[in-house]
């Protein structure tokens, strides 16, 4: 596609179910990104991968929080046993660089509700 | 924000008119990003400046980095309704994480 994808558009979770929040990237970006906003806040850095490999995973607010890009290209951001203050919208980017930041491309995020 | 805020937090100006926002981090920096968000087409990069360039064009858009002062500021000009929207700057040292400002939510009037 021309563009990051993500799936679901939205979802809504009752608390201490498990979800899954996949990423499609732009085909051929190094670099791929998931942030957490809630809402009237900036973006939240959580996790960023170099290919198959998650070099930064220090956003990532607890255990429950798990991201995997298993062969460097789609990616997915699995959250167990979710609760209220998981509630946000989660946003994934790519990058075509591998070493400087730079130019991001977002997907339209993934709406988390859970109640 | 610990990493930095922007201000002003809401700007409401007239079309035609500029816009001027500013953003502070606390770290050293590679570079520093604005984006702009809407509810139509989500998170969109608008322009990067390296931590070595002090100004910085595009269009409307005028940036400028003070790297002594921790500090950038945006300038839009001759503003359209369209660009009603959230902005944010986005900075980064190393490779992968950037971090996002608080954001500055401008509405401009028709």
């Known amino acids: 596609g021309a563009g990051v994808s993500q799936s679901p558009r939205y979802k809504v979770a009752k608390r201490g179910q498990d979800v899954a929040l996949r990423c499609d990237p732009i085909?051929?970006?190094?670099?791929l990104f998931w942030y957490q906003q809630a809402l009237g806040q900036g973006p939240e850095f959580l996790t960023y991968?170099?290919?198959?490999?998650?070099?930064?995973k220090s956003g990532l607010p607890s255990d429950r929080f798990f991201a995997e890009r298993p062969e460097g290209s789609v990616s997915t951001l699995k959250i167990q046993r979710t609760q209220q203050e998981d509630s946000a919208v989660y946003l994934c980017?790519?990058?075509?660089?591998?070493?400087?930041?730079?130019?991001?491309?977002f997907g339209q995020g993934t709406r988390l509700t859970v109640v | 924000s610990q990493q930095g805020e922007e201000d002003p937090q809401a700007l409401s100006i007239q079309e035609g008119e500029n816009a001027t926002m500013n953003c502070s981090y606390k770290?050293?920096?590679?570079?520093l990003q604005w984006y702009r968000q809407n509810s139509g087409r989500g998170l969109v990069h608008l322009i990067l400046?390296?931590?070595?360039?002090r100004e910085k064009h595009s269009g409307r858009l005028r940036v400028t980095l003070d790297t002594s002062k921790k500090s950038s500021s945006l300038l839009i000009t001759a503003s359209r309704a369209a660009d009603t929207a959230s902005y944010f700057c986005?900075?980064?040292?190393?490779?992968?994480?950037?971090?996002f400002g608080d954001g500055t939510t401008l509405t401009v009037k028709p």
């Open positions: 980017a790519s990058s075509l660089a591998a070493v400087m930041n730079t130019e991001a491309f």
């Open positions: 770290t050293s920096i590679n570079n």
């Open positions: 986005v900075w980064g040292k190393d490779a992968g994480k950037s971090t």
């Open positions: 991968f170099q290919n198959e490999a998650q070099l930064d």
């Open positions: 400046i390296r931590s070595n360039e």
């Open positions: 085909s051929g970006h190094v670099s």
